[in-house]
Nanobody, 123 residues
Framework: QVQLVESGGGLVQAGASLTLSCAAS????????MGWFRQAPGKDREFVAAIGPSGDTKYANSVKGRFTISRDNAKSTVYLQMNSLNPEDTAVYYC?????????????????WGQGTQVTVSS
């Protein structure tokens, strides 16, 4: 089993930056693909970014160029650096994990999820 705990969310103004963290425990996740998803009120959970065991990355078009996903396997932690935030980025952000090298962009392949962290961007 893998436990994931997100942190780093908060209330910021448009144009600001935030860095989210996802700490994994329970077993080593260095060989796992790790993903970030987000869910705004009344909307489906959507893909944001993913990173593979070797550091390869994938991003949603809506965040490409603004967000950066990274991982520190020694700390079993994945990060999401978010720059130039806008109100449309407001959502609960979730970390997900799967023991694979494939960077899935849908929710169903990921068996492990964190509880989420709220990001609110004011205009």
């Amino acid at each position: 089993q893998v436990q994931l705990v997100e942190s780093g969310g908060g209330l910021v103004q448009a144009g600001a930056s935030l860095t989210l963290s996802c700490a994994a425990s329970g077993r080593t996740t260095s060989g796992f693909a790790m993903g970030w998803f987000r869910q705004a009120p009344g909307k489906d959970r959507e893909f944001v970014a993913a990173i593979g065991p070797s550091g390869d990355t994938k991003y949603a078009n809506s965040v490409k160029g603004r967000f950066t996903i990274s991982r520190d396997n020694a700390k079993s932690t994945v990060y999401l650096q978010m720059n130039s935030l806008n109100p449309e980025d407001t959502a609960v952000y979730y970390c997900a994990a799967r023991n694979t090298v494939v960077l899935f962009t849908t929710t169903s392949p990921y068996p492990y999820w964190g509880q989420g962290t709220q990001v609110t961007v004011s205009s």
